[in-house]
């Protein structure tokens, strides 16, 4: 059996044990607003949800699942155990192209059986089809700066990339950097490049911009893909973020947690901060007035804040930020709401199952400098990611799964190097009594 296709079983058996064993029923609130987003595209009254939820590619797909099956929880639960499926087929081949061949028959085996993403495919989140049109993408812009790369090769990783950036809009990052890595692995040669770097904006423009132009007839505003940007980054970065947990994304003017911190300040910093927010609320309800829309209208008035605010207090910001980058790439960060899933025996399997593979790809990774040229895409693609999602963002965990499959990669570059390590010293069978060597004269 060909190595990309035992993978793949592997990957659906492993993940269709976990979703049989779920209720019939939406654990998250994410899940439940995406569900509701799908209902309305299945029974034709087209796509309505606010800016914040504008991301379109898991509702469609939700939406095709309840329009062929009803709403079959289940199915929709084991098309994405297919689509894990397909994901780790997909860095089997890039490992495979990067590392060689054992490389990535350890880096599928190693995503097929990894709990966290075991995890994605029962729950619907954006990230288990981010994963699949990211891989995607990374697969065709590793084939794309090979021999035989042509501008088709472009187009297509364009279009996957689009795709992913419509799953989740931080993926945009990720354009520059394969259009970077391409033009570095070329060397000298770089001018020859340009055109796939071309064929790839293409693609992945025009798989945006008739869902950015749907959102501007839609919305009154320009948006390109989702809103929320603007308040993640004043959530990160306001008199109250810490950047220590989760709590920052309960950090809202004049909300419950903010008005608990505000107690605790002087009475002169406590007045002036009341004085600000109350001009800074009452714009923000102008805005929603405006748009009918509250998360734009917030993206509008606090993301100015946030930037002032990181203009002035430049020493903080980068505390913070250290701060998000730990809890970024914790196993397990703490969560806003609360389920039978956030208990300990699941904060342990995955503890067991991500630290020891963000050792090994530490290791890998310095390994891996001596041909950096060659896996640059790869660096860049972890790096952007930390620095679109940790740096002045709120963050939490599962904003670092998209990048695990590439963290495996440079673990199971270390792994595949053992055999070649370890010598193996033949043991001579003890000699039977009375059957020793017959000594020579």
Same mark, same amino acid.
């Given at each position: 059996?060909?190595?990309?296709?035992?993978?793949?079983?592997?990957?659906?058996?492993?993940?269709?044990?976990?979703?049989?064993?779920?209720?019939?029923?939406?654990?998250?609130?994410?899940?439940?607003?995406?569900?509701?987003?799908?209902?309305?595209?299945?029974?034709?009254?087209?796509?309505?949800?606010?800016?914040?939820?504008?991301?379109?590619?898991?509702?469609?797909?939700?939406?095709?699942?309840?329009?062929?099956?009803?709403?079959?929880?289940?199915?929709?639960?084991?098309?994405?155990?297919?689509?894990?499926?397909?994901?780790?087929?997909?860095?089997?081949?890039?490992?495979?192209?990067?590392?060689?061949?054992?490389?990535?028959?350890?880096?599928?085996?190693?995503?097929?059986?990894?709990?966290?993403?075991?995890?994605? &495919?029962?729950?619907?989140?954006?990230?288990?089809? *981010?994963?699949?049109? &990211?891989?995607?993408?990374?697969?065709?812009?590793?084939?794309?700066?090979?021999?035989?790369?042509?501008?088709?090769?472009?187009?297509?990783?364009?279009?996957?990339?689009?795709?992913?950036?419509?799953?989740?809009?931080?993926?945009?990052?990720?354009?520059?950097?394969?259009? *970077?890595?391409?033009?570095?692995?070329?060397?000298?040669?770089?001018?020859?490049?340009?055109?796939?770097?071309?064929?790839?904006?293409?693609?992945?423009?025009?798989?945006?911009?008739?869902?950015?132009?749907?959102?501007?007839?839609?919305?009154?505003?320009?948006?390109?893909?989702?809103?929320?940007?603007?308040?993640?980054?004043?959530?990160?970065?306001?008199?109250? &973020?810490?950047?220590?947990?989760?709590?920052?994304?309960?950090?809202?003017?004049?909300?419950?947690?903010?008005?608990?911190?505000?107690?605790?300040?002087?009475?002169?910093?406590?007045?002036?901060?009341?004085?600000?927010?109350?001009?800074?609320?009452?714009?923000?309800?102008?805005?929603?007035?405006?748009?009918?829309?509250?998360?734009?209208?917030?993206?509008?008035?606090?993301?100015?804040?946030?930037?002032?605010?990181?203009?002035?207090?430049?020493?903080?910001?980068?505390?913070?930020?250290?701060?998000?980058?730990?809890?970024?790439?914790?196993?397990?960060?703490?969560?806003?709401?609360?389920?039978?899933?956030?208990?300990?025996?699941?904060?342990?399997?995955?503890?067991?199952?991500?630290?020891?593979?963000?050792?090994?790809?530490?290791?890998?990774?310095?390994?891996?400098?001596?041909?950096?040229?060659?896996?640059?895409?790869?660096?860049?693609?972890?790096?952007?990611?930390?620095?679109?999602?940790?740096?002045?963002?709120?963050?939490?965990?599962?904003?670092?799964?998209?990048?695990?499959?590439?963290?495996?990669?440079?673990?199971?570059?270390?792994?595949?190097?053992?055999?070649?390590?370890?010598?193996?010293?033949?043991?001579?069978?003890?000699?039977?009594?009375?059957?020793?060597?017959?000594?020579?004269?």
């Amino acid at each position: 059996m060909a190595p990309g296709v035992l993978i793949f079983v592997v990957s659906f058996v492993a993940r269709a044990f976990w979703v049989v064993t779920l209720k019939n029923d939406l654990y998250w609130p994410d899940e439940r607003a995406f569900a509701e987003i799908a209902r309305h595209l299945a029974q034709g009254d087209g796509y309505i949800s606010d800016s914040y939820r504008a991301n379109p590619v898991l509702p469609f797909y939700l939406s095709l699942v309840f329009r062929l099956f009803g709403e079959s929880l289940l199915v929709a639960r084991l098309g994405q155990c297919v689509i894990g499926g397909l994901t780790c087929v997909l860095v089997y081949g890039i490992g495979a192209r990067l590392f060689g061949r054992l490389t990535g028959i350890v880096a599928g085996t190693l995503l097929a059986l990894y709990p966290p993403h075991i995890y994605l &495919s029962g729950v619907f989140y954006a990230e288990c089809m *981010l994963l699949f049109w &990211s891989a995607a993408a990374v697969y065709l812009a590793v084939r794309s700066m090979q021999p035989g790369g042509s501008i088709a090769w472009g187009v297509a990783t364009g279009i996957a990339l689009g795709l992913a950036a419509l799953t989740r809009a931080t993926v945009l990052v990720w354009i520059p950097c394969v259009c *970077l890595a391409w033009l570095w692995r070329a060397g000298v040669s770089w001018r020859a490049r340009l055109p796939l770097c071309a064929a790839l904006l293409v693609g992945s423009t025009a798989t945006i911009l008739p869902w950015t132009i749907r959102n501007y007839f839609t919305f009154r505003s320009l948006v390109p893909i989702s809103s929320g940007s603007g308040t993640l980054l004043w959530q990160a970065n306001n008199p109250f &973020s810490t950047g220590i947990d989760h709590t920052d994304w309960d950090l809202y003017p004049n909300g419950s947690l903010w008005n608990e911190r505000l107690a605790r300040l002087p009475a002169e910093q406590r007045n002036a901060l009341v004085a600000q927010y109350n001009e800074v609320e009452k714009r923000i309800q102008d805005l929603n007035e405006q748009f009918q829309d509250s998360s734009l209208a917030s993206d509008r008035v606090l993301a100015p804040l946030a930037i002032r605010y990181i203009a002035s207090h430049p020493l903080q910001t980068v505390v913070r930020s250290c701060r998000r980058l730990r809890l970024l790439f914790s196993a397990f960060s703490p969560t806003v709401s609360a389920n039978e899933h956030t208990v300990g025996r699941y904060k342990a399997v995955a503890a067991l199952s991500f630290y020891p593979v963000l050792i090994l790809a530490i290791v890998g990774m310095g390994l891996g400098f001596s041909r950096f040229r060659d896996v640059a895409l790869l660096y860049l693609l972890i790096v952007s990611v930390i620095a679109a999602t940790s740096l002045l963002l709120a963050t939490q965990t599962r904003y670092r799964l998209p990048v695990d499959p590439y963290l495996i990669l440079f673990a199971s570059s270390v792994l595949a190097r053992l055999p070649g390590r370890l010598k193996v010293i033949p043991v001579e069978a003890p000699t039977p009594p009375g059957r020793g060597r017959i000594p020579q004269p």
